[in-house]
């Protein structure tokens, strides 16, 4: 023993000054703001060395006891609760490392991996695999939630530069007939939103979707309700207006609501289907087909102002050419079924099975007519009227009845007289007394009538009525949209 002391002595120089010991080789004085001092150029310090049973073992360790870990490689020392990692010691650097590929972030165990900042837990992974941000628990189902506040937005990413960026890449190729690239749901009230895009610049769109196959349709709206719309769209700042009772979609604008138009020269613009009807169009193609079970179009104006002109429809070849109005009331409260230019005509077929034209003729007034025949009987009769045809015509001094009487048989000729609204007497001229079969044509004004609102359409007042006249024409200026396909997109990400 005395040996082995005797050999420290002379190898170790070991210096005690009051409070302060020095160990080296020099017998240099320690330093006077250290208790132990030691120095050395070719050795160094050895830590007490033990595995994490062993240290976790240890009983009541002082705060600051320094160890090696052996099964962690890494020195740690007892801050007075736990034990704590010591910098430069297999941990992450304020300044960075220096990596050899092996090295990792996060947890060995089943424990979560959480990240703070002003002390409170904002992210944390969690074992199964799970990233959480602003909450402890991952919404199910979810790889990765993010919960916010009113005041905050979860989500967002921003892109710069002339290219064909994209802020955001959502690629779903599962075979599921129910994948989805991007689903938005939202529980808010009257004009929140599930998915919503802004369009800022002169070219933007709001949101753009591109199918590939016959089947992959650029845009989908659907609603399950029974009263629901499967979509809402507005344009020139109009504001969205739908039906109570639902539809397939709502289209609304200051000027225009729809607009259809396509670029082949047998194409039709716009195809609309009731009574869960299929589609139906000219093979020459059309601006629209519209097909129903019992109505294929129907028209409606809404007007209840007197005095102005109004139609459920109105039909134009362009300019004015050929133009007609279907069911229309005119200014001057005339209503009409049919008004137009042209000729009014029926087709039948000749003599060889081909289909020709006949033409309807025309009067300045407002005329009903009727047929029928009649017998003499000793040389005089009285012709009543069908009642309904009476109902419908006015006789009067300005409006009488014409008649003209076509005889079947030989007498003195004859002569109408009495002509009322209900009837005419015929008689035979000369007093004859003959029993002369004959037919008679008869014509009168139609009679004015009173209308649901009210007013009267004075159809007795007309001749030579002046035409509402063709309808002045615009053509709208359009312009074809230079889109981005998603195609174009997807190369610019793969680059």
């Given at each position: 023993?005395?040996?082995?002391?005797?050999?420290?002595?002379?190898?170790?120089?070991?210096?005690?000054?009051?409070?302060n010991?020095?160990?080296?080789?020099?017998?240099?004085?320690?330093?006077?703001?250290?208790?132990?001092?030691?120095?050395?150029?070719?050795?160094?310090?050895?830590t007490?060395?033990?595995?994490?049973?062993?240290?976790t073992?240890?009983?009541?360790?002082?705060?600051?006891?320094?160890?090696?870990?052996?099964?962690?490689?890494?020195?740690?020392?007892?801050d007075?609760?736990?034990?704590?990692?010591?910098?430069y010691?297999?941990?992450?650097?304020l300044?960075?490392?220096?990596?050899?590929?092996?090295?990792?972030?996060?947890?060995?165990?089943?424990?979560?991996?959480?990240?703070?900042?002003?002390?409170?837990?904002?992210?944390?992974?969690?074992?199964?695999?799970?990233?959480?941000?602003?909450?402890?628990?991952?919404?199910?189902?979810?790889?990765?939630?993010?919960y916010?506040?009113?005041?905050?937005?979860?989500?967002?990413?921003?892109?710069?530069?002339?290219?064909?960026?994209?802020?955001?890449?959502f690629?779903?190729?599962?075979?599921?007939?129910?994948?989805?690239?991007?689903?938005?749901?939202v529980?808010?009230?009257?004009?929140t939103a599930?998915?919503?895009?802004t369009?800022n610049?002169?070219?933007?769109n709001?949101?753009?979707?591109?199918?590939?196959?016959?089947?992959?349709?650029?845009l989908?709206?659907?609603?399950t309700d029974?009263?629901?719309?499967?979509?809402?769209?507005?344009?020139?700042?109009?504001?969205?207006?739908?039906?109570?009772?639902?539809?397939?979609?709502?289209?609304?604008?200051?000027?225009?609501?729809?607009?259809?138009?396509?670029?082949?020269?047998?194409?039709?613009?716009?195809?609309?289907?009731?009574?869960?009807?299929?589609?139906?169009?000219?093979?020459g193609?059309?601006?629209?087909?519209?097909?129903?079970t019992?109505f294929?179009?129907?028209g409606?104006?809404?007007?209840?102002?007197?005095?102005?002109?109004?139609?459920?429809?109105?039909?134009?070849?362009?300019?004015?050419?050929?133009?007609a109005?279907?069911?229309?009331?005119?200014?001057?409260?005339?209503?009409?079924?049919?008004?137009?230019?042209?000729?009014?005509?029926?087709?039948?077929?000749?003599?060889?099975?081909?289909?020709?034209?006949?033409?309807?003729?025309?009067?300045?007034?407002?005329?009903?007519?009727?047929?029928?025949q009649?017998q003499?009987?000793?040389?005089?009769?009285?012709?009543?009227?069908?009642?309904?045809?009476?109902?419908?015509?006015?006789?009067?001094q300005?409006?009488?009845?014409?008649?003209?009487?076509q005889?079947?048989?030989?007498?003195?000729?004859?002569?109408?007289?009495?002509?009322?609204?209900?009837?005419?007497?015929?008689?035979?001229?000369?007093?004859?007394?003959?029993?002369?079969?004959?037919?008679?044509?008869?014509?009168?004004?139609?009679?004015?009538?009173?209308?649901?609102?009210?007013?009267?359409?004075?159809?007795?007042?007309e001749?030579f009525?002046?035409?509402?006249?063709?309808?002045?024409?615009?053509?709208?200026?359009?312009?074809?949209?230079?889109?981005?396909?998603?195609?174009?997109?997807?190369?610019?990400?793969?680059?």
């Amino acid at each position: 023993m005395k040996k082995i002391i005797l050999i420290l002595i002379t190898t170790i120089s070991f210096s005690s000054f009051a409070q302060n010991v020095a160990i080296n080789g020099t017998g240099a004085a320690p330093v006077a703001s250290a208790m132990l001092d030691i120095a050395s150029t070719n050795s160094g310090f050895l830590t007490p060395r033990m595995t994490s049973a062993q240290r976790t073992a240890i009983a009541a360790p002082a705060t600051g006891l320094l160890v090696y870990d052996t099964t962690l490689s890494a020195f740690l020392y007892f801050d007075g609760a736990i034990w704590r990692l010591m910098a430069y010691s297999g941990g992450w650097l304020l300044a960075g490392n220096t990596l050899v590929g092996t090295e990792f972030m996060g947890s060995i165990n089943a424990q979560p991996v959480r990240f703070f900042s002003t002390n409170a837990e904002r992210m944390r992974i969690i074992p199964t695999g799970e990233v959480v941000i602003n909450s402890t628990t991952a919404n199910a189902g979810d790889l990765f939630s993010v919960y916010s506040s009113n005041a905050s937005w979860p989500i967002n990413s921003y892109v710069t530069g002339a290219g064909n960026v994209s802020a955001g890449y959502f690629a779903n190729t599962s075979s599921s007939t129910g994948a989805i690239g991007v689903l938005g749901t939202v529980a808010g009230g009257a004009g929140t939103a599930g998915v919503r895009g802004t369009g800022n610049t002169a070219n933007g769109n709001g949101v753009t979707g591109v199918g590939q196959s016959a089947t992959a349709f650029g845009l989908r709206g659907h609603n399950t309700d029974v009263n629901g719309t499967g979509a809402v769209i507005s344009g020139d700042g109009a504001g969205a207006t739908y039906l109570v009772t639902g539809g397939g979609a709502a289209i609304t604008g200051a000027d225009v609501g729809v607009w259809g138009r396509v670029t082949s020269a047998t194409g039709t613009g716009g195809y609309f289907s009731g009574n869960a009807q299929g589609a139906t169009n000219l093979v020459g193609g059309s601006g629209l087909s519209a097909v129903g079970t019992n109505f294929g179009v129907v028209g409606f104006s809404n007007s209840v102002v007197n005095g102005v002109l109004r139609a459920g429809g109105y039909f134009d070849t362009g300019s004015g050419q050929s133009f007609a109005y279907v069911g229309a009331r005119t200014a001057a409260n005339v209503v009409r079924k049919i008004e137009g230019n042209g000729t009014v005509n029926t087709v039948v077929k000749d003599l060889n099975n081909k289909q020709v034209v006949l033409s309807a003729p025309e009067a300045p007034e407002n005329l009903f007519q009727d047929f029928g025949q009649g017998q003499l009987v000793n040389g005089k009769v009285h012709i009543t009227i069908d009642p309904i045809f009476s109902k419908n015509i006015i006789v009067n001094q300005k409006h009488p009845l014409r008649v003209f009487v076509q005889l079947q048989g030989d007498c003195n000729g004859v002569f109408v007289s009495n002509e009322t609204g209900t009837g005419f007497d015929v008689t035979e001229l000369k007093s004859g007394s003959s029993n002369t079969k004959f037919t008679y044509f008869i014509t009168a004004n139609r009679a004015d009538e009173i209308l649901s609102d009210g007013s009267v359409s004075k159809y007795s007042e007309e001749r030579f009525a002046p035409s509402m006249g063709a309808q002045k024409t615009e053509q709208k200026e359009s312009k074809e949209l230079n889109d981005n396909l998603e195609v174009d997109i997807k190369k610019t990400k793969d680059k």
